[in-house]
T-cell receptor, first 114, second 117 residues
Framework: KAGVTQTPRYLIKTRGQQVTLSCSPISGHRSVSWYQQTPGQGLQFLFEYFSETQRNKGNFPGRFSGRQFSNSRSEMNVSTLELGDSALYLC?????????????FGQGTRLTVV | AQTVTQSQPEMSVQEAETVTLSCTYD???????LFWYKQPPSRQMILVIR??????QNATENRFSVNFQKAAKSFSLKISDSQLGDTAMYFCAFIKPTSNTGNQFYFGTGTSLTVIP
């Protein structure tokens, strides 16, 4: 079956703009989590959605937001982009939110803010 | 707070040899899950191996095995018979299975492994 699909793969934005990233989970998976990966900070948890509800949120400013649709696809939005938002954004899908279910990652969206 | 430490930023190993990647973690939880993920240049994180903290037996997956020392909070990955395709960044990760954290991974900073032909 198809894996986790993230679009777009690459994105270049200007400081101050906003951006929306998309994640389509594996069919049947209802949990989607987002992570920011940077060389300096490593992988940091952004938020997790399950059945259209945000279940958990990491320590990021309010400029970072997300949502999940009824088909489990998720979007994350970053407003008022800063240079430090340049990163690889990864999403992971799993069948449930329980920790013993395997999470599958997408290939990420590489965001560059100039 | 949960922290995961990988003290080896870079490692290399000759093809067919064995290499061990180190990971330590800090948690006050008694029940949790530990993982090793591999991230090749394609950027996709791939699960290598998983260990449940309540299981004393070390997990193994073909050429990959772990040495899980719960008291020492240590979780090292051993790769036997290293292959060129093992070249990747390896991340150690932790999940605590409580109802309010779900699938929130805590990742280490990664170890870049290069397999030399």
């Amino acid at each position: 079956k198809a894996g986790v699909t993230q679009t777009p793969r690459y994105l270049i934005k200007t400081r101050g703009q906003q951006v929306t990233l998309s994640c389509s989970p594996i069919s049947g998976h209802r949990s989607v989590s987002w992570y920011q990966q940077t060389p300096g900070q490593g992988l940091q948890f952004l938020f997790e959605y399950f059945s259209e509800t945000q279940r958990n949120k990491g320590n990021f400013p309010g400029r970072f937001s997300g949502r999940q649709f009824s088909n489990s696809r998720s979007e994350m939005n970053v407003s008022t982009l800063e240079l430090g938002d340049s990163a690889l954004y990864l999403c992971a899908s799993s069948h449930t939110f329980r920790a013993n279910t395997e999470a599958f990652f997408g290939q990420g969206t590489r965001l560059t803010v100039v | 707070a949960q922290t995961v430490t990988q003290s080896q930023p870079e490692m290399s190993v000759q093809e067919a040899e064995t290499v061990t990647l180190s990971c330590t973690y800090d948690t006050s939880e008694n029940n949790y899950y530990l993982f090793w993920y591999k991230q090749p240049p394609s950027r996709q994180m791939i699960l290598v191996i998983r260990q449940e903290a309540y299981k004393q037996q070390n997990a193994t997956e073909n050429r990959f095995s772990v040495n899980f020392q719960k008291a020492a909070k240590s979780f090292s990955l051993k790769i036997s018979d290293s292959q060129l395709g093992d070249t990747a960044m390896y991340f150690c990760a932790f999940i605590k299975p409580t109802s309010n954290t779900g699938n929130q991974f805590y990742f280490g900073t990664g170890t870049s492994l290069t397999v030399i032909p």
